[in-house]
């Protein structure tokens, strides 16, 4: 295999824009943080979501991440953390939800959602789907018996994380705008209400794999 050249690079994005901008955890959860908090208040957990998805990639990529793969109670177990913690997380926009209202009933303002770094960084480590996923982007657009795969490897990684930072910053605006349209405490209480009712539905879309398998 040749190193990585224009045609291959689109193609690669080509592949992987359908993966990044559809409904997913991580896009769901950077909506939820657009709409409670705002783009420049997420920016912390982007960085540990984008961070995570680098280290892991590159590691899948150079063979060190297959154990997820390869033994099924270690992806269950990531699953299920994943699926309790994503419904921590909307329990957090639950209680946002309701201080939205007790706000309007005492004229304060409402606390947001105060979710940073780790929080993001945990949503990647904790989604096994998302270790498939890479595994088969490797699998397209790599051969492990090319001399330059360490560098093809790195290429492939810094792509997949800047095509995740860039769907993901437009699933946190999309959240922002909602905000922005409906501004009123009412409004972005219901708003905090869908997206934790998402963030259940992701859940529980995370732990499926443990019941019906990969």
């Keep these: 295999m040749m190193p990585m050249n224009l045609e291959m690079a689109i193609a690669l994005v080509i592949f992987l824009i359908p993966l990044a901008y559809s409904p997913g955890p991580g896009n769901t959860f950077f909506a939820a943080i657009g709409a409670s908090k705002g783009l420049k208040a997420a920016i912390p957990s982007l960085s540990g979501y984008h961070v995570a998805t680098f280290i892991v990639t590159a590691a899948i990529g150079l063979g060190m991440g ?3 793969l390869r033994l099924p109670i270690i992806a269950n ?6 699926c309790l913690y994503v419904f921590w997380l909307a329990y957090k926009f639950i209680k946002s939800a309701r201080s939205h209202g007790s706000a309007k009933e005492e004229g304060i303002q409402s606390a947001p959602v ?12 904790v989604n096994p789907k998302a270790y498939y996923i890479i595994a088969v982007m490797f699998t397209q657009f790599l051969n492990p018996s090319d001399s330059s ?5 790195l290429l492939i990684t810094l792509i997949f994380t800047l095509n995740n930072l860039v769907a993901f910053v437009v699933w946190t605006i999309g959240g922002q ?3 922005m349209l409906f ?5 972005k209480r219901w708003i905090d209400y869908f997206f ?4 259940v539905a992701v ?5 499926l794999p443990i019941f019906v398998g990969h």
């Design 183 to 187: 501004n009123s405490e009412t409004s």
């Design 77 to 82: 177990t990531l699953a299920a953390v994943g």
């Design 66 to 68: 297959v154990t997820v």
């Design 149 to 153: 795969s360490f560098a093809l490897v």
């Design 203 to 207: 859940g529980i879309w995370m732990a």
């Design 196 to 199: 934790a009712a998402t963030l």
């Design 114 to 125: 105060n979710i940073g770094f780790i929080s993001g960084a945990v949503i990647l480590l």
């Design 177 to 179: 705008g909602l905000t």
